[in-house]
């Protein structure tokens, strides 16, 4: 039985990508207009899992989205990198010079920005989401319309591809968490945690924590902050923490218990190994 599954956006939109690579077969994508929508619908048990955009490396952290986890207090499951490329697609018999207006998400807009300045008559119209960007242009059948989506986009709606990779920098990824109503039984396989940690405002304080996680010699691949609400000059602190053994974490966890107001998981799951790509 196909496990359901809540993404941001519609068929052809990147979240849909990371349900196909990540589930397989497995898992029916049901779409969510916004990322609180996805929340709810995870939260009410309508679907089993979500995937959830939660960092780019152009344009950095979503923090509304830790917020939507810290606050319904999702599991995370797991994590996926995708290499975000943007492609621009009309309907067919289209040149580009015939194109008045390009439509999509505004954030794959300012990732292209470099190729759309080389045309100045065209018009640029932020929308909801990359996919349905490419059904609008669909379904409207002109001809000086075009949209930036994926290429899955184009096959599903029957648009052509007028120029593919026209994102600005091409080393473009995406993290997408894979998030759970309540904690999950650890798979043997584990050596990521993701953790929250709120810390006395007290001198020196966030540099013990730091000397500790180096004094057990693991890897912190995120250092996130975030002020605590209604308590001035005091943070919660998100910490990605990468491990080879889970003993390993459990030590540098007691460890750390010592040093903070609050300690809580947000998930301890097995890292996607394509990050390495980034680096190549």
């Known amino acids: 039985m196909k496990e ?117 008559h065209i018009k640029l119209v932020e929308t909801e989401d990359t996919a349905l960007s490419a059904m609008y242009v669909r379904d409207s059948k002109r001809t000086d319309l075009a949209s930036i989506s994926s290429l899955k986009a184009a096959s599903l709606y029957g648009l052509e591809v007028l120029e593919e990779g026209i994102e600005t920098n091409k080393t473009n990824y995406t993290r997408f968490f894979i998030l759970k109503k309540e904690r999950q039984e650890l798979d043997e396989q584990v050596d990521k945690a993701s953790i929250y940690i709120r ?25 996130q902050s975030f002020p605590v609400m209604g308590k001035l000059r005091e943070y919660f602190f998100h910490i990605d923490i990468e491990f080879n053994h889970f003993d390993h974490y459990k030590k540098l966890k007691s460890d750390l218990i010592e040093f903070t107001h609050e300690y809580t998981e947000l998930g301890i799951y097995k890292r996607d190994n394509s990050i390495q790509i980034l680096t190549d």
């Open 4 to 120: 359901n599954i809540a993404i941001q956006g519609y068929a052809g939109s990147f979240h849909d990508e990371v349900c196909r690579l990540y589930f397989g077969d497995s898992g029916n994508a049901v779409p969510a207009d916004s990322f609180n929508i996805l929340g709810s619908m995870l939260s009410t048990g309508k679907v089993d899992s979500a995937i959830m955009a939660i960092e780019n490396s152009i344009a950095g952290t979503l923090l509304q989205n830790y917020r939507i986890l810290r606050e319904a207090g999702f599991w995370i499951a797991g994590e996926k990198y995708l290499r975000i490329q943007h492609n621009l697609m009309s309907n067919p018999g289209t040149q580009i010079m015939d194109i008045k207006e390009v439509h999509s998400h505004p954030m794959a807009l300012n990732q292209c920005l470099a190729f759309l300045r080389q045309y100045d």
């Open 199 to 223: 810390i006395p405002d007290v001198k020196g304080q966030l540099l013990k924590v730091l000397q500790v996680i180096d004094d057990h010699d693991l890897n912190m691949s995120k250092l």
